[in-house]
């Protein structure tokens, strides 16, 4: 009964969406910087927070390597894919991660050691470098989020074994650059580089917040909810981006 709880959510969400038009970014006045870190990992695209909450985990666009880092972007550990054009990335429960390949439109399972798990083509129509680019893994519910950043940005639902049981089309911003199912509420963190903005939805559809954001480039974000932590990171400036925000 869960499962079909949570898929008629997001399908409710995804019907929702369709026909709304272009949201205006609000201006949010809670959100502080505390910390911003220049990053080792060359064009960081995708951010994760580890299960324990110690530590996160990204990818890189660039080499093709996933990277564990402390929270304050040092790294930690790395291992080669073997695969180029990486994109999302999320932890998905009893130590593994998964990625995404845009060119190749997979979905990568890995152990957290670099040990294969898994993997399977996405149906997603578009150029090269217009295909999947945002991931997330809801622990609760056994399925990964998908999100094709444009043209049209598509939210695409996969169960635990990677078959996919919905998808939409979404229209509330610009692109779709990071997501984060965040465990602690069940909602969805969701950003946006060229509308400036993080967009987040509760489990009854009602938009929470839209923070605004003058991160360039933003191509990750996780979200530390207990510690009212957002994390994200910047492609074009090589950083990691730390902000608190009160409750909202």
């Known amino acids: 009964?869960?499962?079909?709880?949570?898929?008629?959510f997001f399908g409710f969400f995804l019907s929702a969406c369709r026909d709304a038009p272009p949201a205006s970014p609000a201006h949010s006045d809670n959100l502080a910087l505390v910390g911003e870190y220049r990053l080792a990992v060359p064009e960081p695209s995708g951010l994760s927070l580890s299960e324990d909450g110690a530590s996160l985990w990204m990818v890189s666009d660039e080499d093709g390597k996933v990277y564990r880092t402390?929270?304050?972007g040092r790294i930690i550990a790395s291992f080669h894919t073997g695969h180029a054009d990486l994109e999302g990335i999320t932890t998905a429960g009893a130590g593994k991660v998964a990625v995404l390949a845009e060119r190749e439109r997979k979905?990568?399972?890995?152990?957290?050691?670099?040990?294969?798990?898994?993997?399977?083509t996405l149906d997603i129509p578009g150029n090269d470098n217009s295909g999947p680019e945002a991931l997330a893994w809801n622990t609760d519910a056994g399925?990964?989020?998908?999100?094709?950043?444009?043209d049209p940005g598509l939210f695409l639902i996969l169960d635990e074994r990677m078959r996919e049981t919905s998808r939409g089309v979404l229209r509330f911003a610009r692109d779709y650059s990071g997501l984060f199912s965040e465990p602690v509420r069940g909602h969805l963190w969701i950003s946006s580089d060229e509308s400036a903005a993080i967009y987040v939805v509760d489990r009854d559809l009602k938009l929470q917040a839209v923070f605004s954001s003058a991160i360039p480039q933003m191509e990750g974000i996780a979200v530390d909810y207990a510690r009212r932590r957002i994390y994200a990171v910047s492609d074009a400036a090589a950083k990691l981006y730390v902000y608190e925000f009160d409750e909202y």
């Open 1 to 8: 009964m869960r499962p079909l709880l949570l898929f008629s």
């Open 70 to 72: 402390d929270l304050e």
């Open 107 to 120: 979905l990568l399972v890995f152990h957290e050691d670099g040990t294969p798990a898994g993997s399977v």
């Open 143 to 150: 399925e990964f989020y998908i999100l094709k950043e444009r």
